[in-house]
């Protein structure tokens, strides 16, 4: 009995010892609990949400039957923009307390907002119930039934295949539950078949946050931006749906697909910076046949096929190009632009002009396009001048090798001891000097890029502050080989 006594004593002390702790914790706790709401408070005030987030944290878990404590986080989540986060500590906050109305009217909101009218509508309900002068609950109670009303109505329009009336009624029902992802996405597909990609991106991409594993919305997504020739945002899409599973087979597919045209657009633009013209065109004919039912990917195949061939300077074909680029895309200016190019480049300067100025039309900024007409107006008013390659009979693009061939052989041809009548001697020294003329300009770099700018290094008229009347630039003008009697006599090297 005695050793009974001693044990039944012992566990008494330890029970009041661990009574005595116990209580020191659950004080401390409370304490903490309080300190913890105090700085949330503070810091919610001060607009620092995350960090007052993390001190409600520490509070509901120091005390999980507090139901003022859940309905604070909440605010907190509220004020983040994270009503879903928001959601279960509301409802746990009503579970501990089911007469706590200001939770009820705040859940509701939410649930309206989400788009959830019949579980609004009970909260509602609720708060008149036990407050019957509450305001708010009876406007929102009002709102919930109007919305019901015009989502029938908006599923009966786009049932008939009334896609605008559609979109108009969905607009209203998204003002009244902008977190309803259902709503959003059927307004986007109104747009994809009014042809709208645009305004269907921009109501898809919210649904990928609002409704959990949204891989169908993320594949949307990337085959609108693919549709639109955005290749790199498509990607992006297209990633987070294969983020979530990446298994999914729909996802995986336009995958493989995009990702190999986005590689091969990359590489043509590659080549083009590399000035591999030529490699870059293989690339982009690829990528017409690749995705022929695109619009926009054969639009920019034509377009920058157009301007490569500009760049190696084959003309005829570049205009043949340029000009079916154009008849698809009548408003693209680079197009235009190229095309201005490789008619200067085939000497056509008036059809230059008139793609320089059509470009002007949709672009009055554009300084490249203003520089280009300009330019091409010199040419213009230049080749009723005199036109040196013309002269010569050879391209705008001739090497110097080109030049000097065709000089040789106009120049025997045109040499005035060949003539002996007096008129046709007198037309073949015009002839001759203006051969000599273009050969001279044509062979010297420096002379030949001031012609191919649109001025004439050998007319003084020209030049800037003029200065062409002494030798030099001005020769030809001056010069005349054969003022001295015909003395001059050229030998001509086959």
Not at 302 to 331: G, Y
Request: with cysteine; hydrophobic share 30%.
């Amino acid at each position: 009995n005695d050793s009974l006594n001693g044990v039944l004593s012992s566990l008494s002390l330890l029970c009041v010892i661990l009574d005595i702790q116990l209580d020191g914790v659950l004080g401390a706790t409370h304490v903490e609990i309080e300190q913890h709401l105090e700085m949330g408070r503070k810091l919610l005030a001060a607009g620092q949400l995350a960090e007052a987030l993390s001190h409600y944290h520490y509070a509901v878990e120091g005390d999980s039957k507090n139901y003022l404590t859940y309905y604070k986080r909440a605010a907190v989540f509220l004020a983040m923009g994270k009503s879903k986060s928001a959601l279960p500590d509301l409802t746990r906050a009503i579970q501990l307390k089911p007469d706590f109305l200001a939770a009820r009217l705040q859940r509701g909101n939410i649930l309206l907002k989400q788009g959830n009218t019949q579980d609004a509508r009970e909260d509602f309900e609720t708060v008149l119930h036990r407050s019957p002068d509450q305001e708010e609950a009876r406007d929102q109670l009002m709102r919930a039934n109007k919305l019901e009303e015009l989502r029938e109505e908006a599923h009966a329009a786009h049932h008939r295949g009334d896609y605008s009336t559609t979109i108009t009624v969905l607009d209203r029902v998204v003002e009244l539950s902008p977190w309803d992802p259902e709503s959003r996405e059927l307004r986007a597909d109104c747009y994809i078949r009014l042809g709208d990609p645009r305004k269907a991106i921009h109501d898809l991409t919210p649904t990928t946050q609002l409704r959990n594993d949204n891989r169908a919305a993320f594949l949307k997504l990337s085959i609108l931006h693919y549709s639109l020739g955005e290749h790199q945002e498509s990607l992006g899409h297209v990633r987070e749906c294969l983020k979530l599973d990446q298994d999914d087979k729909d996802c995986l597919s336009h995958y493989k697909q995009v990702k190999k045209l986005s590689k091969q657009l990359d590489s043509a633009e590659e080549h083009i910076e590399e000035a591999r013209y030529q490699e870059a065109i293989v690339k982009y004919e690829s990528v017409m046949r690749r995705e022929p039912n695109v619009p926009y990917y054969t639009n920019k195949a034509n377009e920058r096929i157009c301007f490569c061939l500009v760049k190696n300077k084959m003309t005829a074909k570049a205009i043949d190009i340029c000009s079916e680029a154009h008849q698809r895309d009548p408003r693209n200016i680079n197009i235009l632009r190229d095309r201005a190019e490789a008619f200067i480049l085939n000497q056509d300067y008036e059809k230059a002009v008139e793609d320089y100025q059509e470009a002007r039309e949709f672009d009055m900024e554009n300084n490249e396009i203003r520089e280009g007409l300009e330019r091409a107006q010199k040419l213009l008013k230049l080749s009723r001048k005199r036109d040196y390659y013309k002269i010569l009979g050879v391209n705008r693009s001739a090497n110097k090798q080109e030049i000097i061939k065709a000089y040789r052989k106009l120049a025997q041809q045109w040499h005035p001891d060949n003539f002996r009548e007096e008129a046709k001697k007198k037309e073949a020294e015009k002839r001759f000097i203006d051969i000599a003329s273009a050969k001279e300009v044509l062979t010297d770099p420096e002379k030949r890029q001031k012609f191919d700018s649109g001025e004439d290094p050998l007319d003084p008229e020209s030049q800037q502050g003029g200065g062409g009347g002494q030798g030099g630039q001005g020769r030809p003008f001056h010069f005349n080989p054969f003022e001295s009697g015909g003395n001059y006599h050229f030998k001509f090297n086959h």
